[in-house]
């Protein structure tokens, strides 16, 4: 396949794979961050607000915002730290965990019908593929696992060697000069 050609069937299945993510978790569960949100609080419950924000790339104000909205509609809560008074950390409800549960099943079964054509060996060379646009577009692989649970896997995903940790991704902070 020439390049040119390779870059827009690239593009094409991205927005082919969001689409029918976003289609079949539309009905299940807030949207964008919200749902971003969720899918962390499900693996790290009693995150506090700071680094929920860090994690849904929104400011400090538009997280509360958004918790805010979240606590209205029963989907989370803040509870208190014992030690801080003032510190709040916050916790799906049962209707978040829920609600969580179903959009992670879903999205989990639109990956696995857009990968179902493919051998284990295309498997193993999108995987690898796929770290290397990761690393190359600013996700490294160390440190916290924070772009696994968005979409929907444990930092205890088997590695592919199981001698070797589990790889890691981590949002790289842009190199200011």
């Avoid at 978040?96 to 493919?118: D, F, N, Y």
């Avoid at 590695?159 to 991704?169: C, F, H, T, V, Y």
């Amino acid at each position: 396949m020439e390049p040119e050609a390779a870059k827009y069937h690239f593009g094409a299945l991205a927005l082919a794979v969001a689409d029918s993510i976003a289609s079949a978790s539309a009905s299940l569960s807030p949207s964008g961050p919200a749902a971003a949100l969720m899918v962390f609080l499900s693996f790290e419950p009693g995150l506090p607000i700071s680094v929920l924000a860090s994690r849904i790339r929104l400011s400090h104000a538009g997280t509360v915002r958004l918790i805010d909205r979240l606590e209205s509609d029963h989907l989370v809560e803040r509870r208190r730290q014992t030690a801080d008074k003032r510190a709040r950390f916050i916790h799906l409800t049962n209707a978040g965990v829920k609600m969580t549960g179903a959009l992670l099943r879903a999205r989990e079964q639109v990956i696995a019908a857009c990968v179902s054509p493919l051998s284990p060996a295309d498997l193993n060379k999108l995987g690898r593929l796929s770290e290397r646009l990761l690393v190359a577009n600013g996700y490294e692989k160390s440190g916290v696992a924070s772009m696994w649970p968005v979409v929907g896997y444990s930092r205890e995903t088997p590695p592919e060697n199981a001698s070797q940790p589990a790889r890691k991704l981590r949002r790289r902070r842009s190199k200011k000069s």
